[in-house]
């Protein structure tokens, strides 16, 4: 397994879902940063927050820092950290290494490691795993912060139930500290109550529902990134493809853009208090692969969760037959309120080790 990422930071991750514990290690990060140690755990509870959407599982996302950090303060070293698995009901896993579960990674992974991988939870693949990164990516956003870079996102949609994407309103502070503030990201109380009744309508049949994060990164400067290979939009895709669910990347109006023409299209120059900024923002951001200083907007499709306790057909590995399988174990009706956190880590790791590169 390759499990490591970045070029001018790197990350690598590890552990399973039932297994003693997930952690990672995060090397060449500046020394002397500040770490506020609250942003970590509202980062993590963010993504872990109990709700009637979410698993039953009951994890505390306690974290023990191994190294990298003395007096509150980045050494310079790497940064290792352990996260424990505490609430692990293993049993309701028996037999998924026979019966693989449609929608899961179960019996590709058991093709490729020779059936040695840990499936219980979906192993190394399952989305327990995302805990380790969104406590490397909130170390990331604060780093960013103190240049001046925020990064938010926000629940675009659920099921047929959609909001107002950022590029059709102007990203205020207040909006933005708003949003990394929310467990359930919309600043719409009528949106966030049809969006949990459209949630109700699939769980209530033992069924799943998915939706769209939208992603937004303020006060970038122009000029970063490369074109081709090392675009922004190659970089940003490569790892928010690694959060587990994710099966979809849009940079600004993405694929609706093909519905528009040239002209409409294009986001005119204009001076702004003597900056050079456009007037919309159709490209999210980002053209030729290289920030031109509007926000970075890109949304995420996230499918449904594939753990549902309908009957779903399958195969029996040692039998060599059609079967059927029904899943146990506790799991979320929808994950897209616990990806926000997770996606806008991947994105503060990401612009982070852009950074760092210089332009």
């Known amino acids: 397994m390759s499990d490591i990422w970045g070029k001018n930071i790197q990350l690598a991750i590890f552990g399973e879902s039932h297994g003693a514990a997930i952690g990672g290690v995060i090397s060449s990060l500046p020394a002397g940063v500040a770490i506020d140690f609250e942003k970590i755990d509202k980062d ?73 991988n840990d499936y219980r939870g979906g192993g190394h693949f399952s989305g327990r795993i995302t805990a380790a990164l969104v406590f490397a990516g909130s170390i990331a956003k604060q780093i960013l912060a103190s240049d001046g870079i925020e990064i938010c996102a926000q629940i675009l949609s659920i099921g047929s139930v959609k909001g107002k994407s950022f590029i059709d309103e102007n990203l205020q502070d207040d909006k933005i500290k708003d949003l990394q503030s929310r467990l359930f990201a919309v600043t719409d109380s009528d949106l966030e109550s049809a969006m949990m009744a459209e949630i109700e309508k699939y769980k209530s049949s033992g069924n799943s529902i998915g939706g769209i994060v939208e992603c937004a990164v303020t006060g970038m400067e122009a000029g970063y990134g490369d074109p081709f290979f090392d675009s922004v939009e190659s970089r940003l895709s490569s790892m928010l493809f690694s959060i587990p669910a994710v099966k979809g990347v849009e940079f600004g109006r993405g694929f609706d853009i093909t519905g528009m023409s040239g002209f409409e299209a294009n986001d005119f120059y204009e001076y702004t208090d003597g900056a050079v900024t456009t007037k919309t923002n159709n490209n999210g951001g980002l053209l030729g692969g290289i920030t031109n200083g509007s926000p970075i907007v890109f949304k995420t499709a996230i499918k449904p969760t594939p753990s549902v306790s309908l009957e779903q057909e399958t195969v029996d590995l040692d039998r060599g037959c059609n079967t059927t399988v029904e899943v146990k174990g506790r799991h979320d009706a929808c994950i897209v309120p616990r990806a926000v956190a997770v996606v806008e880590a991947a994105a503060a790791l990401v612009i982070l080790d852009i950074l760092r590169g210089g332009k």
């Open 44 to 116: 993590l509870k963010r993504r872990n927050h109990r709700a009637s959407y979410s698993t039953a599982r009951a994890e505390t996302d306690e974290y023990e820092i191994l190294s990298g950090i003395y007096e509150g303060k980045t050494t310079g070293s790497a940064l290792s950290y352990v996260i424990r698995n505490k609430d692990t009901r293993s049993g309701d896993y028996k037999n998924l290494n026979v019966t693989p579960r449609p929608g899961h990674a179960d019996y590709p992974a058991s093709v490729k490691y020779g059936g040695f």
